[in-house]
């Protein structure tokens, strides 16, 4: 742990990034909470579906040499045909059995995923990012810091989803029918809500989400099928601030994540400083959501 | 019962037997993987503790392998210590680290404990054992090479002396589990599992007990550790991350953390079944964990116990005769509220 | 001086006040009863004598030593046994494993001991093997000892529970509504059940129960509890004539 001089003229630099890599693990995060609120599942496969939707857009779009926006369409796509195939197959043959076991399901997904992807595209070579927009960017009037139209794009993508989410859940009929289902899903299916096609929509939708989070985020950090995969711990670190129920505290959860990893560079040249900051805020995050008087969580 | 008990006796008289013959007749390479088999089937014993017996899901056992590994590998090819303090000394560390992962984990249950274990393995792959951050423990990028022990005298040089020692250590680990098992210590763990409230309200310390159970399930895998950085004769980070841990759940989970006979089989079958795949079909390793992810998929959604554990139910109920609830005129109980494990 | 002693014990949950000002002694050798409608905060109270919650204002002293900050363990080191309104036995583990658990508790074998067979541990082992065989004898489950607690009808769990409760050998036992799901038969000779305990084991104990006729008959002295608040006390003669008992509790029953 060697601490090189202090180099504050980073700061504005890396909030730029954390910031923009927050708005990904928001995305993220949404999916997860999403899906946790509705069926009660935390998905750890949630960062697997996003690395294999992601390299859905890579072949699409990296490979074959197509244009980015169509590598995003077929990752969304995938995101959703994954998200429809876990629910259907292997979730819902399993109403009424023990959450833990439908969790450990996702992590059976996870390695599936994982190994099929390193399979397919090569578990350590390099590849290339799907490229969405031109790198090219702006200088903030008055300042050094340089905000490439990437990532203000991925930034305004993660926010316009994020209000998007929540305001479907708020004001239309799919969302309204997911919040009673994350309620009390008997009541639900008391007033004539489909409980099976509500959780389904939720698992879609989420991992739609988790593949657009993918393609975003590829420019941001190593770009292979483990990292990618494990993008799910950061999203599970937003959604537990979040208390893994609410969505505008896991979003805000998701830009302090990205903060609080990116801000250790301007003190050191240790790269694994990143995963001290991840995992310092992971066991706040649990300690938080455990303190003493407050277990009235619904946990399974 | 005495059937039962027979069965069970022969069935661990012929797998020792079996376990120390067919390796006798295996070449040299062979022997190796029996080694690492019986070390995997050390880990998995970990699990069959630390989930089986207590109900606590762990996705970071060779994060504690790892203490075991890289103590042997730095007091051993860094400082010349003897191999045995060395190996005690992981052991002793990864317990340290069990209990301290234990002491996190202690209000948390289930779903989060599972993302705190995830957690703790993702720090160790990309901080503790990362090079550059503790090079006198991890050895930075070159890794420590400890040399082969000795064994009272009898060097453990040969594959075949190493694999039976290892052999010996995962047979004498099993019988410690299973007296625990049989024990208090298992009885007062199954009850911190099926009532926490009312294990305290009897005058248990779950605290105490529940560290214990993490300790222990540490040291174990501690203890393969130790045995792996020999056993390669070199230690390297790739060795013990993350994916080693999931998969190595997974395995404990497919053939039932409920029974020990699961930690031979579960070694085994991680060894050999992906050097089968390599040697005998057009398959690569990496369809190893396509179908050992399939294969946990599949088990939890049709037989959630195991496979290990399922077999000797049936065996059980053939061998032991039903009983009868006493002839009482009253009714049976309401549903049991299933056991939580969350 | 009582063996437990409440004074002004008051909890709440968010708007709702569980407890309010509680005030209860139980001396040595009595049966205590206390009475009240449902949700009067009766199992809130146990929960709090327990130390499975921690009361907001006043203090609980057991044999004359302030019980705050002790913890539910240490409790029951203390002497203190409880059985549980909603069945709390260990379900998936044999009968004879349930009385022995409190046993274990109390005994000082260590894993080490275990994993090596020492003979300290086989002797502690048969020790309570012994011991909690002839607390199933007492309670008339020696037959049903190698079965699955969770198998067992309500009336034998009821009674599982009180052996296990039994095995720590307690000062004083808890026991919070020991005959909810019993028929008539069976709570009468739960009554009978209590007074062979009183005697053999020479233990206190405060009663939780609905059943008014098992708390009359059982009963020295009655606490009568309505929305966490004692609206009565005395003998079993004097609470049954209180017209603000017969208002709170009687008359709802009637």
């Known amino acids: 742990m060697i601490l090189a001089e202090a180099r504050f003229s980073l700061l504005p630099g890396l909030t730029v990034i954390g910031i923009v890599l927050g708005g990904t693990y928001a995305l993220a995060a949404i999916g997860i909470v999403l899906i946790y609120r509705v069926s009660g599942v935390l998905n750890f496969a949630h960062g697997a579906v996003a690395m294999f939707s992601t390299f859905i857009a890579y072949q699409v779009s990296v490979v074959s040499g197509l244009p980015g926006w169509l590598g995003l369409l077929a990752a969304v796509a995938a995101g959703i045909a994954m998200g429809f195939i876990i629910e259907r197959l292997t979730m819902r043959p399993l109403a009424g059995k023990p959450v833990l076991t439908k969790v450990v399901i996702t992590i059976g997904w996870l390695i599936v995923l994982q190994a099929a992807a390193a399979l397919i595209w090569k578990a350590n070579a390099y590849h290339r990012a799907v490229k969405l927009v031109s790198k090219s960017g702006f200088r903030l009037t008055g300042t050094s810091v340089v905000v490439g139209y990437d990532q203000l794009t991925t930034l305004i993508v993660a926010l316009v989803l994020a209000l998007g989410t929540a305001a479907v859940l708020k004001y239309t009929m799919l969302g309204a029918s997911m919040r009673a289902v994350a309620d009390d899903p008997e009541a639900a299916r008391l007033w004539g809500i489909s409980v099976n096609r509500v959780t389904a929509a939720s698992w879609m939708a989420g991992s739609a989400m988790a593949a657009i989070a993918g393609v975003l985020i590829t420019p941001l950090i190593t770009f292979d099928t483990f990292s990618l995969t494990l993008i799910v711990i950061d999203a599970f670190v937003a959604a537990l601030i979040g208390r893994l129920t609410s969505l505008p505290y896991a979003v805000l959860g998701a830009f302090i994540l990205g903060l609080v990893q990116e801000y250790p560079t301007a003190f050191t040249n240790n790269s694994g400083m990143h995963e001290v900051a991840t995992f310092a805020l992971l066991l706040i995050a649990l300690a938080v959501l455990f303190r003493p008087g407050s277990r009235k969580l619904r946990v399974a | 019962m005495s059937d039962l008990r027979l069965v069970r006796w022969t069935a661990v008289g012929v797998g020792v037997a079996l376990g120390v013959l067919i390796p006798a007749l295996l070449t040299d390479f062979l022997r190796t993987l029996a080694a690492d088999a019986a070390i995997a089937g050390l880990i998995v014993l970990s699990l069959v503790l630390l989930t089986g017996m207590v109900g606590q899901i762990s996705f970071c056992q060779y994060s504690f392998a790892a203490m075991g590994a890289f103590t042997v590998g730095s007091l051993v090819a860094g400082h010349h210590w003897d191999f045995w303090l060395a190996l005690l000394v992981g052991v002793f560390f990864a317990a340290v680290v069990g209990v301290l992962v234990g002491f996190v984990a202690l209000r948390l249950s289930g779903l989060f404990l599972a993302i705190l274990t995830i957690g703790v393995a993702l720090f160790f792959d990309r901080f503790v054992l990362a090079a550059g951050n503790w090079n006198s423990f991890s050895g930075g990028l070159s890794s420590w090479r400890p040399g082969r022990p000795s064994f009272f005298g009898i060097g453990l040089r040969g594959e075949y002396a190493f694999y039976l020692f290892a052999f010996g250590v995962l047979l004498a680990a099993c019988l410690l589990v299973w007296n625990l098992r049989t024990g208090k210590t298992g009885r007062v763990l199954r009850a911190v599992r099926e009532s926490e409230v009312a294990a305290s309200t009897v005058g248990l310390n779950l605290t105490a007990w529940k560290l214990t159970a993490f300790g222990i399930s540490a040291a174990l895998a501690g203890l393969a550790g130790g045995l792996a950085a020999v056993r390669v004769g070199s230690v390297s980070a790739g060795s013990y991350d993350f994916l080693h841990s999931i998969s190595i759940a997974a395995i404990a989970i497919v053939f039932g953390a409920g029974s020990i006979a699961s930690a031979p089989a579960g070694g085994i079958f991680l060894i050999f079944g992906r050097e089968a795949l390599i040697d005998w079909t057009p398959f690569s390793t990496q369809w190893f964990d396509v179908i050992l992810g399939a294969g946990l998929i599949f088990q939890l959604v049709h037989a959630p116990d195991g496979v290990v554990v399922d077999i000797e139910r049936r065996i059980t109920r053939r061998l032991r005769p039903p009983r009868q609830m006493p002839s009482e005129s009253e009714q049976r109980s309401p549903e049991r509220v299933p056991a939580e494990v969350g | ?254």
């Open chain 3, 1 to 254: 001086m009582a063996l437990l002693d409440l004074t002004e014990v008051s909890i709440r949950f968010g708007g709702v006040q569980a407890l309010l000002d509680v005030s209860l002694q139980v001396r040595e050798g009595e049966i205590v009863g206390l009475i009240g409608p449902n949700g009067a905060g009766k199992t809130t109270l146990f929960n709090c004598i327990t130390g499975v919650l921690r009361p907001d204002s006043g203090h609980i002293a057991y044999d004359g030593k302030d019980l705050a900050g002790v913890k539910t363990h240490r409790r029951a080191r203390l002497g203190m046994a409880r059985t549980f309104q909603n069945l709390q036995l260990f379900g998936r583990m044999s009968v004879l494993e349930n009385v022995m658990v409190p046993i274990d508790a109390f005994s000082p074998g260590t894993p080490v001991g275990d994993a090596f067979r020492l003979p300290t541990a086989r002797f502690e082992e048969r020790k309570a093997e012994e011991r909690a065989r002839a607390l199933l004898y007492f309670l008339d489950l020696l037959d049903v000892a190698d079965l699955q607690a969770g198998d067992l009808s309500v009336g034998m769990q009821r009674r599982l529970e009180l052996a296990r409760a039994l095995a720590s050998n307690p000062r004083l036992l808890l026991l919070d509504e020991p005959a909810a799901g019993l028929d008539a038969r069976e709570t009468a000779a739960l009554a009978d059940v209590l007074f062979r305990i009183r005697e053999q084991f020479k233990v206190t104990m405060l009663l939780v129960d609905h059943d008014m006729a098992l708390v009359m008959r059982a009963c020295d002295h009655i606490y009568v509890l309505d929305f966490g608040r004692i609206i009565s006390e005395g003998p079993p003669e004097d609470v049954r004539d209180d017209p603000e008992v017969i208002q709170a509790y009687l008359g709802e029953v009637a």
